[in-house]
């Protein structure tokens, strides 16, 4: 298979409900984060979106965490299934953060329950865990189209700016191309 590359653009609306698509239709992803050695560590695991943000639990202790707190730099790979046109995969360059205000952690685990209620218990226990904040800053979402992929990079900017007045309906066509 042909994969074909466009520069970097602004996103816009149509690959922004093209990525919400994928993103909402997917449960695991591949994170990477950078050892301090500098040797990539890549883990798959559940995650949620909010919009184009992703968060995920980890335990307190793993060396997940450890490497993003020295680097919080990760790269994210989600890969899915959808029609002629639409996005079939998506990677990120992003940055991670712990969450640490207790009313971001409830809304998060409120999505989670309200979403995913069969997830539960997300995490296991109390104190253990974390949960950890994705905010994408480029994302390259691939199309397939006539048989060939086609990628293209989108620079996100200011996630919460990208998604204002973005009405998303999880059942309408979101063609990336």
């Known amino acids: 298979?042909?994969?074909?590359?466009?520069?970097?653009?602004?996103?816009?609306g149509r690959a922004v409900l093209a990525i919400l698509k994928l993103l909402g239709s997917q449960?695991?992803?591949?994170?990477?984060?950078?050892r301090p050695d500098g040797r990539p560590h890549a883990a798959t695991l559940g995650y949620m979106n909010d919009g184009l943000n992703l968060y995920f639990m980890t335990a307190r202790h793993s060396e997940k965490l450890?490497?993003?707190?020295?680097?919080?730099?990760?790269?994210?790979?989600?890969?899915?299934?959808?029609?002629?046109?639409?996005?079939?995969?998506?990677?990120?360059?992003?940055?991670?953060?712990?969450?640490?205000?207790?009313?971001?952690?409830?809304?998060?685990?409120?999505?989670?329950?309200?979403?995913?209620?069969?997830?539960?218990p997300w995490a296991p226990g109390e104190g253990k865990t974390v949960v950890v904040k994705v905010i994408p800053e480029t994302i390259k979402a691939v199309a397939v189209i006539d048989g060939r992929s086609h990628a293209q990079s989108y620079q996100i900017g200011d996630v919460e700016a990208v998604m204002a007045g973005v009405d998303y309906e999880p059942s309408a066509v979101a063609r990336l191309f």
């Open 66 to 120: 450890s490497n993003i707190l020295a680097d919080p730099r990760v790269g994210v790979a989600i890969r899915g299934h959808a029609e002629e046109g639409e996005a079939v995969g998506v990677s990120m360059d992003a940055h991670a953060r712990v969450l640490t205000d207790p009313t971001e952690i409830e809304q998060v685990t409120a999505m989670i329950l309200d979403r995913a209620p069969e997830n539960t």
């Open 1 to 12: 298979m042909t994969m074909t590359t466009k520069p970097t653009e602004p996103i816009h």
């Open 27 to 34: 449960t695991l992803m591949t994170l990477a984060v950078n």
